[in-house]
């Protein structure tokens, strides 16, 4: 070996050889920019036939909601145990002004419709009693239902069906959940790709100026774009606990360093835009449960009719017809149910404080082991990870190939 020419070389060409670990570092951080972006982006498939990207977390959209919230539905939220926070008297009170309004509209339109000639002969104040009486027992049938609906509400409402349905629909939501939850994470492999590229160069420099080797540059760029994408990755996650390196750095995880952190965005997120009470009502409304809840709101309905004819039941089944009198009790039902949609949308600012579910979340997650915490966040990385290692390594690549023909020409 020529060192003499070797530091001639090193003299004459110094800009050119500063520019191998500048040019590392720059390699090292477009390639994690460019494996942070093909995570997210685009939220559809764009290319021609099966040539082309979707990001890697809208793709796997499905997948990756059904592990997250299955996380969340077994160790973050228990629907009984939150449900049970509705207290059924404050509903029902709650619930007065659009119930009052829709027993008016809903007992004048079917006795109209069952009995109009009785109910038109009616005096005024003789209606006004029926409808009087019917409000004042509406309040008990609302409560008799939260009851049932509170004992009940695993088989009505599906948290973690409704939540992967949310996620699927919205993939924006999805890479929010994951981008807003681990954004100093992907900032933290963005920027290390800056560092250890440098790191990674300084070798290339020196193996360059020894060899002048025309693989060298492609091969440090390759491995620079795939060595600092599986490093940054994996110092994410690990250590799960604090660990001492050569006794001079201790070292853990970002992801589990940041739990408070991480449980206040992940609380706010999925309060905030996944179980909020207007989604988690159309849930129970529209869900696999919802003919339950029909069936129990029909019930009640029914049951009250039966309660407010009371001694006078003969008499009316005469009058009408023991047909039509059942006939009559189910048409009541039937617009019950197409009232509640609207109904219970006025619980919506009482429901939030009570259930609080943000609240909820952010101490669950506090609660969790290491290992079911990085569950939050691993399912976004694990299975598709060699992926974006790959594009690192392939953009290292042809960047170190550019920067070979620049040296030599």
Do not use: C
């Amino acid at each position: 070996m020529d060192w003499a020419a070797v530091g001639a070389d090193l003299r004459e060409h110094w800009v050119v050889y500063l520019s191998i670990p500048v040019v590392a570092a720059v390699i090292g951080y477009v390639t994690k920019r460019a494996a942070i972006e093909m995570m997210f982006r685009p939220l559809e498939f764009v290319g021609v036939w099966r040539l082309g990207w979707q990001g890697v977390i809208p793709r796997n959209a499905e997948r990756m909601a059904t592990v997250a919230m299955g996380l969340m539905t077994t160790n973050l939220i228990a629907p009984r145990e939150v449900f049970g926070r509705l207290d059924p008297k404050r509903v029902a009170e709650e619930l007065r002004g659009p119930i009052e309004r829709a027993v008016d509209e809903i007992a004048r339109e079917v006795l109209a419709e069952y009995q109009p000639n009785l109910w038109e002969l009616l005096p005024r104040q003789a209606q006004d009693r029926v409808l009087g009486r019917i409000r004042r027992e509406a309040p008990a049938v609302v409560e008799r239902l939260m009851r049932e609906v509170a004992e009940d509400i695993e088989s009505l409402l599906d948290v973690k069906d409704m939540a992967v349905r949310a996620l699927v629909r919205d993939k924006a939501v999805l890479n929010r959940l994951i981008r807003g939850t681990a954004a100093p994470e992907m900032r933290f492999i963005a920027r290390s790709g800056i560092w250890f590229g440098a790191v990674i160069g300084v070798v290339q420099l020196g193996t360059w100026a020894l060899t002048k080797n025309p693989w060298v540059l492609p091969v440090f760029g390759g491995i620079t774009g795939w060595l600092t994408d599986w490093l940054a990755l994996k110092m994410i996650f690990f250590p799960r606990q604090p660990r001492r390196f050569l006794g001079l750095v201790t070292w853990q995880g970002m992801f589990q360093r940041r739990r408070m952190a991480v449980a206040r965005d992940y609380g706010e997120l999925i309060a905030g835009e996944i179980l909020t009470v207007a989604n988690v009502l159309e849930a129970v409304l529209t869900g696999p449960g919802a003919d339950r809840l029909h069936r129990m709101v029909e019930r009640e309905v029914r049951r009250s009719i039966d309660e407010q004819a009371s001694l006078a039941k003969p008499l009316v089944v005469a009058a009408v017809g023991s047909r039509r009198y059942q006939e009559m009790k189910a048409a009541a039902a039937r617009r019950a149910i197409e009232h509640v949609p609207d109904t219970v949308r006025h619980l919506e600012g009482y429901a939030t404080g009570a259930l609080d579910i943000r609240a909820t979340i952010v101490r669950q997650i506090q609660g969790l082991t290491p290992v079911q915490y990085e569950g939050l966040l691993r399912p976004a990385f694990r299975q598709d990870e060699w992926k974006l290692i790959t594009v690192g390594a392939v953009i290292g690549f042809l960047v170190g190939e550019l920067q070979l023909v620049l040296l030599l020409h």
